[in-house]
């Protein structure tokens, strides 16, 4: 390339605009990208909704105290849960304190602490000798939390399990 070549090259790109050169282009990239991402995140934020943040946060803690309620008359009646989970089956045995006595069916809740639609509600009828019985879907491996509770909801027992540990899990009501 001779010198007159280079000064036509040179002087072509000098008097072409501003946006027929590859530069300013490359250059806003990085803030043209930075706002559209600032639009998406804001846009974000404004349409979905912060399940962590309680609307009424009084009446949620009406709620715990009558929960805590519950707990506490199960260690009045001196409730205690021994718990089996197996394949397909959920055995429980139910003791109480001497003339307490015992349901006739009760409501088990066995709940996955992250997966809402893995959680199971039981009703399950009595045996003999406070026994009570009831086929269970399968679960996955992990810890589940497992909810005893009359059918009256006067009471509640609450505990954990791991899966697939198989072994009786004893569940005392919360102290209070």
Do not use: C
């Amino acid at each position: 390339m001779n010198k007159e070549e280079k000064m036509n090259t040179a002087a072509d790109t000098r008097s072409a605009p501003w946006y027929r050169q590859r530069w300013p282009w490359i250059l806003m990239v990085a803030p043209v990208t930075a706002m559209v991402l600032g639009f998406v995140l804001l846009y974000l934020a404004i349409t979905t909704n912060d399940g962590l943040v309680v609307d009424d946060y009084y009446r949620q803690g009406r709620a715990i105290d009558q929960t805590m309620a519950r707990s506490a008359q199960a260690a009045e009646l001196g409730l205690v849960a021994d718990v089996r989970l197996r394949a397909g089956e959920i055995r429980l045995r139910l003791s109480a304190d001497d003339g307490v006595e015992l349901p006739r069916v009760i409501v088990v809740s066995v709940v996955h602490p992250t997966r809402a639609g893995f959680d199971q509600v039981l009703r399950l009828d009595a045996g003999h000798g406070g026994e009570y019985a009831g086929p269970l879907a399968p679960l996955t491996a992990g810890r589940w939390q497992v909810q005893i509770e009359d059918d009256a909801r006067a009471w509640r027992l609450h505990g954990d399990v791991q899966i697939p540990d198989g072994a009786t899990v004893r569940i005392l009501p919360y102290e209070v």
